[in-house]
């Protein structure tokens, strides 16, 4: 039996397959390595191309013994959905439609999804609860939104059991140093300040000083990515040995403002990292930290690398060690 990740060349994707591989999972990954990369696939079968594409898809679970699904393959940048919704609709919500199409003819039952806490837009409590109320503030969290409904309507009607981890602010790098973060373009925070200290860039440009928060900036709850791929991994269990479909939070539950991130790399790096204060970027919520209770409790999930100068620290490694990010 094997695991089909789509999008698992893209950053959290890859850092899911190397923790498959750690357990032995025999693995399938589709990714139209538009934003993907071949060389982060530390392992698993590669096909390239695009879950729109029927034919493809067909072919790929046909050729294959798939059991579960976890779905990353989607567009996920806030600001770009903003200019260009369109996009995410098209990428994510019916490329999902299609995936969700060919699991239902090829009698696939189970999916884990790559969800966001962008579904929550400005949350109602601090820290989010997974019951609080969906209004998100940007369309690509609204497509993410649109997407998990999705699933609960496919598991209605045809019994596809979906495991929804909406996640904060991943970052960080692989232990292995073998895989890390690599946009084109960078939007990120911490790779862009990261960028900064590698001077790449003169300044890091902050998105607004005038939040209702205690230094003005926006304030996030930053998890390691590999303390992510762990959760994937759980989610496939649960739903191998007959879980029900749920929604998962996963964040450490501690907030850093856009200030105190930059503080916390000049300190891992030792390099000094300019700051520009400009407008607020459309669509961002002020704050946007995590309850996790229900993975902990539900999934047995628990971040195990949760110190914000560790997981800079281990993104800090990648970028010195890949200036240029994979193969370039
Ligand atoms: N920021 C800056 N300058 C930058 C980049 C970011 O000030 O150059 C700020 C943003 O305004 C935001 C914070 O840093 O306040 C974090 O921004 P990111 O772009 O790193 O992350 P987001 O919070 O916008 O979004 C990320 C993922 C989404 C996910 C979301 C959930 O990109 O996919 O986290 O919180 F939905």
Redesign the pocket.
């Known amino acids: 039996m094997a695991v089909l990740v789509t999008g698992g060349a893209g950053y959290i994707g890859s850092h899911t397959v190397a923790a498959l591989l750690e357990r032995g999972e025999e693995i399938v990954i589709v990714d139209n390595l538009q934003q993907g990369h071949k060389e982060a696939v530390l392992g698993g079968k590669l096909y390239s191309g695009d879950l729109r594409d029927a034919d493809f898809l067909g072919t790929v679970f046909q050729e294959n013994d798939i059991d579960a699904v976890i779905h990353f393959a989607a567009s996920?940048?806030?600001?770009e959905s903003m200019k260009d919704p369109g996009k995410y609709y098209h990428n994510n919500v019916y490329g999902t439609l299609c995936l969700l199409e060919k699991m239902n003819q090829y009698g696939v039952k189970k999916i884990v999804f790559s969800s966001?806490?962008?579904t929550y837009g400005e949350p109602e409590n601090v820290p989010v609860d997974e019951l609080d109320r969906t209004l998100p503030t940007n369309a690509?969290?609204e497509t993410?939104l649109a997407m998990e409904k999705m699933m609960k309507w496919f598991d209605v009607a045809h019994g596809i059991k979906f495991v929804s981890l909406r996640?904060?602010?991943?970052a960080g790098a692989h232990e292995s140093g073998k895989i890390g973060e690599d946009h084109n373009p960078e939007?990120?925070?911490?790779p862009?300040v990261l960028q900064v200290a590698l001077g790449q860039r003169p300044h890091?440009?902050?998105?607004?000083e005038d939040y209702p928060t205690d230094d003005g900036?926006?304030v996030?709850?930053y998890i390691h990515v590999s303390d992510l791929a762990d959760a994937h991994v759980l989610a496939v269990e649960k739903l191998r040995k007959g879980g029900g479909s749920a929604i998962y939070n996963l964040g450490n539950g501690t907030g850093f403002s856009?200030k105190q991130?930059i503080d916390i790399a000049v300190e891992v790096t030792g390099r000094e990292i300019p700051a520009v204060f400009e407008a607020?970027?459309a669509g961002?919520p002020a704050v946007?930290v995590a309850s996790s209770a229900r993975a902990r409790q539900e999934l047995g999930w628990s971040p195990s690398r949760s110190k914000l100068e560790d997981i800079i620290g281990s993104a800090w490694a990648w970028h010195q060690a890949n200036p240029s990010g994979y193969n370039k």
């Open positions: 996920s940048l806030v600001g966001t806490a962008a690509y969290g993410k996640y904060f602010n991943a939007t990120h925070l911490v862009v890091i440009s902050v998105f607004g900036t926006c996030r709850d856009v991130v607020r970027r961002d946007l």
